[in-house]
């Protein structure tokens, strides 16, 4: 197992980040920055983070989002805790924040307002859109998925759905840490800071940006991904003995020869009809059918470890609790305790890259509301 770094070792210790912001985007940007070593101190407003306490499907993202911060709180809305965090963001390398538009320029901490007092700070926007017909509106991730083609290539035909995760939030996060570290680069050439923004809609619209060439290329639309025209005869979920699933690729002629052989179908092997991918992609749907009712009596694990045994691309469809102990997860440090701020103890995702070997991870405990405001406020005296 990689071992975490000391705070001393890692790239951005000595950067000072103040972070006004909730939900996922904003605090994705603070965490990286702060699992890289950066000192991110986050401004709750009283009473916390109201995304401390969402229920259902937004229940996790606080302790997902935050770790390795310290936790203020200021009543922003106040002249002064206003000045306090002026006083703040003036000892800060970098500033974030995630707020509706508007919202910081009516408070004189918009980039624009801060840019003359501090020249050297980095300010990082996390918005629903980069500046431009859309800029003034309100934007969630289902929002910009919505609109951005994500949706429309997930869902079935007449079923727009949206991905599974928050996935233009974190990216956007990330996006947004990205810049940061090329501004600090920059910063040391310039001693400027300059404003970086990061937008949902921009993001989402990067990840449908491949189904737009295609279409450049072909001038077709291209068909939302359950409606795809398959690259290749065998790339799907297949159902095993006691309704297990398991998806499946042979993406070669070597790998069709590999499972066939698995499955002892010599018939499909020999049949002159499925030599070539092609082939094989003409005759999808049958072909499916074909390995379905091989596969059908088969014990997942036992056939698992057989078609590893044999190099092909496999997968158990797996739901997130199960990753709570993937042994892969576990094993390879990526999945690691913090305290929580209640005190209980809960494994967490690492960021997913090493640096020479190691792993940032978890230095801090979640902070608790309020929990580093005196230590962070004698700084100002």
Same mark, same amino acid.
């Given at each position: 197992?990689?071992?975490?770094?000391?705070?001393?070792?890692?790239?951005?210790?000595?950067?000072?980040?103040?972070?006004?912001?909730?939900?996922?985007?904003?605090?994705?940007?603070?965490?990286?920055?702060?699992?890289?070593?950066?000192?991110?101190?986050?401004?709750?407003?009283?009473?916390?983070?109201?995304?401390?306490?969402?229920?259902?499907?937004?229940?996790?993202?606080?302790?997902?989002?935050?770790?390795?911060?310290?936790?203020?709180?200021?009543?922003?809305?106040?002249?002064?805790?206003?000045?306090?965090?002026?006083?703040?963001?003036?000892?800060?390398?970098?500033?974030?924040? /995630?707020?509706?538009? &508007?919202? @910081?320029?009516?408070?004189?901490?918009?980039?624009?307002? +801060?840019? =003359? *007092?501090?020249?050297?700070?980095?300010?990082?926007?996390?918005?629903?859109?980069?500046?431009?017909?859309?800029?003034?509106?309100?934007?969630?991730?289902?929002?910009?998925?919505?609109?951005?083609?994500?949706?429309?290539?997930?869902?079935?035909?007449?079923?727009?759905?949206?991905?599974?995760?928050?996935? /233009?939030?974190?990216? &956007?996060? @990330?996006?947004?840490?990205?810049?940061?570290?090329?501004? +600090?680069? =920059? *910063?040391?050439?310039?001693?400027?800071?300059?404003?970086?923004?990061?937008?949902?809609?921009?993001?989402?619209?990067?990840?449908?940006?491949?189904?737009?060439?295609?279409?450049?290329?072909?001038?077709?639309?291209?068909?939302?991904?359950?409606?795809?025209?398959?690259?290749?005869?065998?790339?799907?979920?297949?159902?095993?003995?006691?309704?297990?699933?398991?998806?499946?690729?042979?993406?070669?002629?070597?790998?069709?020869?590999?499972?066939?052989?698995?499955?002892?179908?010599?018939?499909?092997?020999?049949?002159?009809?499925?030599?070539?991918?092609?082939?094989?992609?003409?005759?999808?749907?049958?072909?499916?059918?074909?390995?379905?009712?091989?596969?059908?009596?088969?014990?997942?694990?036992?056939?698992?470890?057989?078609?590893?045994?044999?190099?092909?691309?496999?997968?158990?469809?797996?739901?997130?609790?199960?990753?709570?102990?993937?042994?892969?997860?576990?094993?390879?440090?990526?999945?690691?305790?913090?305290?929580?701020?209640?005190?209980?103890?809960?494994?967490?995702?690492?960021?997913?890259?090493?640096?020479?070997?190691?792993?940032?991870?978890?230095?801090?405990?979640?902070?608790?509301?309020?929990?580093?405001?005196?230590?962070?406020?004698?700084?100002?005296?």
């Amino acid at each position: 197992m990689t071992t975490t770094p000391s705070s001393s070792a890692l790239p951005l210790d000595g950067i000072r980040v103040i972070e006004f912001s909730h939900m996922v985007m904003g605090p994705t940007c603070g965490m990286i920055l702060a699992d890289l070593g950066a000192e991110v101190i986050k401004i709750e407003p009283p009473g916390g983070d109201k995304t401390r306490k969402l229920p259902g499907l937004g229940m996790g993202f606080f302790r997902t989002f935050n770790r390795n911060k310290k936790s203020v709180v200021l009543d922003i809305d106040t002249p002064e805790d206003r000045e306090k965090a002026l006083a703040l963001i003036g000892q800060s390398d970098v500033m974030i924040e /995630n707020f509706r538009p &508007g919202r @910081m320029a009516a408070l004189g901490l918009d980039h624009l307002s +801060l840019r =003359e *007092r501090f020249p050297e700070l980095i300010y990082v926007a996390h918005k629903g859109f980069l500046p431009g017909p859309y800029e003034n509106r309100l934007a969630l991730d289902e929002v910009v998925q919505m609109m951005g083609g994500l949706a429309y290539m997930t869902g079935p035909v007449g079923r727009p759905l949206r991905a599974g995760s928050s996935v /233009n939030d974190i990216m &956007g996060g @990330m996006f947004g840490a990205i810049g940061v570290i090329a501004a +600090l680069y =920059e *910063r040391k050439k310039t001693s400027r800071g300059q404003e970086i923004q990061s937008a949902l809609f921009e993001n989402c619209v990067l990840l449908s940006a491949q189904h737009m060439q295609q279409f450049a290329m072909s001038g077709e639309a291209p068909p939302p991904i359950p409606s795809r025209i398959a690259a290749w005869g065998v790339y799907d979920v297949f159902t095993l003995k006691n309704g297990e699933q398991l998806f499946i690729g042979a993406v070669s002629d070597k790998q069709w020869v590999k499972l066939c052989q698995l499955l002892d179908r010599p018939d499909l092997l020999a049949d002159p009809a499925l030599q070539t991918n092609a082939q094989r992609v003409a005759a999808r749907p049958t072909l499916l059918a074909q390995l379905g009712d091989s596969l059908q009596h088969l014990e997942i694990d036992a056939f698992s470890a057989q078609i590893e045994a044999a190099g092909l691309p496999y997968a158990p469809i797996r739901r997130p609790d199960q990753l709570m102990d993937d042994p892969h997860l576990k094993a390879s440090g990526g999945l690691v305790p913090m305290v929580t701020d209640t005190g209980e103890t809960t494994d967490v995702v690492l960021l997913p890259f090493t640096m020479d070997g190691r792993r940032p991870g978890v230095r801090h405990a979640l902070p608790a509301i309020g929990e580093h405001t005196h230590e962070i406020l004698e700084r100002l005296r």
